[in-house]
């Protein structure tokens, strides 16, 4: 694919969906699998290994968004790959040196959470051990899978990556399933396998990467930090950090205090609806993924019209999937817990918390829409000082919330101040960016959609009832014909949707 085609943005979107759309659906799958054969505190560690990784990729530092941007930004330059040999060159330099940091310091640290943090009756801590530090070197790959995918994302082709994110979830979920099923359900052999994966996984980006860059950048070899390049893009890339570690640990300190305040086998439910919440904000990645380069390249073109266009319209798309997916989870909480654990204590306490923590994630996404924006036009300033704020009021609050009221109470928060950064700080940007288009487009593009969903999802709530006690593959089978039944009616309050299917109408 040359770097300097244009791909379709409704192909990448489809691409997106279909790659996204299959590791959620094995990953349901194989979810009460993996709790079968490994047992809840065994999958504790999954839930762990999770945490973990998200806090250690605060080392980003912003560097595999950066690498990302600045290829799409060349990409709508004439000569704009001429010095990108000097900028990877770089990058790859300093992610190896991270994930050697990474690796050693996860070996380190790995007796102390074994022996201390962890909370485990059937696993020693020498097997808990040995596991955070294969998850150590795992973490380490996943710096370059996460660096080379960004960069593919910079080129769109996305229709490439996602044949690799089947290809992959499907050795990564299935193939463990196997493993555990007629191998051995052992969690070291489960970790081990993840370990083979990931360098697999990192071999196969690396490849693709390389092989978009135009030839006068494969061509040099050389290994020397640029530092005048970090110079360059250290304002863009230091905001992306500084608010990338703020965002984990407002996301992820309710999650870290849990795991050293329930027993691992209790964090491995949590786990499921943390995994179910989080699938929320998986749902909006492929469409932030094939809109982000078109509307930075617009940008760097001065094509600031058709960058809104194309803003607007990836907001009523976002808004309409994320939101649908979610309100099903919000009026079937329990039944999509018992269908997942197939446990009768974990659905009863754990329905109220999952409703709080989708409610949360899907207002999350519909809050983060401004981040992109203000990506495509490489001003995150008022993204840093948004985060900042938010930084010194929720850590406390979500400290003493979760501490004394756990799991309910911190996905309550959660909530409610995603709920006021959504309707505060996205007016804030929008009023700097674009002037007179927040209440318009507030009221035009995503309040009916909000509203559409809400009503079709009560009425729903109020016709349809799925009894506990029918098998589980019954209860998946309803809440599956639910849920497309729900996504589908919500898509005329789309207004890019409905032009379109209008236009094809009276055509």
Excluded at 25 to 32: D, G, K, L, Q
Excluded at 44 to 57: E, H
Excluded at 310 to 337: C, D, G, H, K, R
């Amino acid at each position: 694919m040359s770097y300097k085609k244009t791909a379709s943005i409704k192909l990448n979107v489809i691409a997106n969906y279909a790659g996204q759309g299959y590791t959620i659906a094995v990953a349901v799958i194989c979810t009460p699998l993996y709790l079968q054969y490994l047992g809840a505190e065994s999958y504790g560690l999954v839930g762990f290994f999770i945490i973990m990784q998200n806090w250690l990729n605060l080392l980003d530092m912003g560097l595999s968004a950066t690498l990302g941007r600045q290829v799409a930004f060349a990409r709508g330059q004439i000569n704009g790959f001429e010095k990108f040999n000097n900028l990877l060159r770089s990058f790859e330099i300093v992610f190896s040196a991270l994930a050697i940091s990474i690796v050693l310091g996860v070996y380190f640290g790995s007796d102390w959470l074994a022996y201390k943090w962890i909370k485990a009756t059937l696993l020693s801590p020498e097997s808990i051990s040995y596991c955070i530090n294969i998850m150590g070197i795992i973490i380490g790959l996943r710096f370059f899978s996460t660096t080379y995918r960004s960069g593919i994302i910079g080129f769109e082709d996305q229709i490439w990556i996602n044949k690799v994110v089947v290809a992959i979830a499907s050795l990564k979920y299935i193939g463990a399933f196997f493993i555990l099923a007629y191998i051995s359900n052992d969690v070291e052999l489960f970790f081990e396998y993840q370990l083979v994966i990931a360098i697999l996984e990192a071999g196969i980006l690396g490849s693709r990467f390389y092989y978009n860059l135009p030839p006068s950048v494969i061509g040099k070899k050389w290994f020397k930090v640029d530092w005048s390049i970090f110079r360059k893009i250290l304002p863009f890339s230091m905001s992306i950090t500084y608010t990338s570690a703020i965002q984990i640990i407002i996301t992820q300190f309710d999650r870290l205090l849990l795991s050293g305040l329930l027993s691992l086998k209790i964090f491995g439910y949590f786990s499921i609806i943390i995994i179910v919440s989080g699938g929320i904000i998986s749902l909006s990645i492929p469409l932030f993924m094939a809109f982000q380069p078109r509307m930075t390249l617009l940008a760097a073109k001065g094509s600031i019209d058709e960058m809104i266009s194309a803003y607007v319209n990836m907001t009523q798309i976002v808004t309409w999937i994320t939101f649908s997916s979610a309100m099903l989870i919000i009026i079937y909480p329990q039944e999509i817990l018992y269908v997942l654990t197939g446990d009768n204590r974990t659905y009863i306490w754990g329905g109220e918390a999952l409703r709080w923590y989708v409610l949360g994630s899907s207002t999350y996404v519909m809050g983060s829409f401004q981040f992109y924006l203000q990506s495509a036009l490489g001003k995150l300033r008022l993204y840093v000082i948004g985060t900042t704020l938010s930084l010194m009021v929720q850590v406390p609050l979500i400290y003493f919330v979760t501490t004394k009221y756990g799991a309910i109470g911190a996905s309550q928060l959660w909530f409610a101040f995603s709920l006021i950064w959504f309707f505060g700080w996205t007016l804030v940007v929008h009023r700097k960016f674009i002037p007179k288009f927040h209440f318009k487009w507030l009221i035009k593009d995503i309040l009916p959609i909000l509203l559409c969903t809400v009503a079709l999802s009560y009425l729903i709530k109020n016709t349809i009832y799925i009894d506990i006690s029918e098998t589980r593959i019954s209860m998946l089978l309803k809440l599956t014909i639910i849920g497309t039944v729900l996504l589908f009616a919500t898509s005329v309050s789309v207004p890019s949707i409905r032009n379109k299917v209008l236009r094809k109408v009276i055509g």
